[in-house]
């Protein structure tokens, strides 16, 4: 396991923008397939972003075309670009990474996990 650390959360106003990271706190992040998942009060944590080791990405349908995932430095830094936000996407993003197996949107394949950060948009 690795351990992960969230940031860039806060609330904004719909149409606005968020950029969130993720880092390592232990070991860099290369070579792990990872994911930005979230969670409103009530639902259950569903995915949102992933990329691969070889950085393909995939998105919800509720997000493409607004939300962006990347790595950086050196791969050892994911971050999620947020645009275009609306109150549907408040919640409690968290990153997750898998070393074993590729990336997927379902967060029972992931084993590190962050300790997330609150995303709020007003309308």
């Known amino acids: 396991q690795v351990h992960l650390l969230e940031a860039g959360g806060g609330s904004v106003e719909a149409g606005g923008s968020l950029r969130l990271s993720c880092a390592a706190t232990?070991?860099?992040?290369?070579?792990?397939?990872m994911g930005w998942f979230r969670q409103a009060p009530g639902k259950e944590r569903e995915g949102v972003a992933i990329i691969g080791r070889d950085d393909t990405t995939e998105y919800a349908d509720s997000v493409k075309g607004r939300f962006t995932i990347s790595r950086g430095g050196d791969k050892r830094i994911l971050f999620l670009q947020m645009n275009n936000l609306t109150p549907e996407d408040t919640g409690k993003y968290y990153c997750?990474?898998?070393?074993?197996?590729?990336?997927?949107?379902?967060?029972?394949?992931?084993?590190?996990w962050g300790q997330g950060t609150q995303v709020t948009v007003s309308s």
């Open positions: 997750a990474a898998r070393y074993v197996g590729q990336a997927t949107m379902n967060h029972l394949d992931y084993n590190s």
């Open positions: 232990t070991y860099g992040l290369l070579g792990y397939s």
